[in-house]
C-alpha cells in the first residue's frame, strides 16, 4: 500500500476556517459509521457539531466519489473502507485538558487486492495531493520552536504562550501548567 499524509497542529479557534476552506474547495463530507451503504453524505457544516473533542472525517469530491467502498463490522454497522475508497481523511486532534493533539490528512493512492496492485483513479490522487498542498499553504507554517512540525498560527501562539513541548513522539504539545 501506498500513501500520503501531513501532520500538523491546529487549534479549535482553526476549525471554522478549515469548515470553510472544505467548502471553498466543493469538498464533500463522507459519513463514516452508517447502517447502509448508500448516499451516505452530508453537509460539511456537520463538522463544527463534532465539538472540541478529536474527530476524523473523510472527505470527497463531486468529480471523484463515485467510488466509497464500505467495510462491515457488525450487522448493519459499516465503516468508510478508506483504502479502496475515493477519501481523504481528516483528523481533527483537538484540545485536552493540558495538551493540544496532532492533526492529519492522510490518503491512500495505491493497495494490494490478492497479489495485484491497485492504484486510485488519476482524478482522485490529483485531486487529494492537491487540496493537501492548498491546506499547507493556507494553514501552516513551520516554527522557531520546531523546525520539523508544521503549526496554524494559532498552534504555535498557543504553544508560545503555554511554554508547551511537543511530547510522545511528535504527537501532542504539552502545556508547561507550572508556568
Known sequence: MSSKQINFFITNDDLLSV???FKNNDCILVQNEVDKVNNNYDDIDRILARGKKA???YLTHPGVSDIVNYRQFE????YVDIVRSNVLEFGFGGMYENDLRRSRFYFVTSFFQ???SIKKTPDFTKWADSLMKRFRKEFLIKSDFNTSSLFSPAAIKWAEVQGA???EGGQKLVANIAK
Open 165 to 167: 513541548e511537543l511530547r
Open 75 to 78: 450487522e448493519n454497522h459499516y
Open 19 to 21: 469548515v470553510n476552506f
Open 55 to 57: 474527530f476524523q472525517v
Open 114 to 116: 490478492d497479489a495485484d
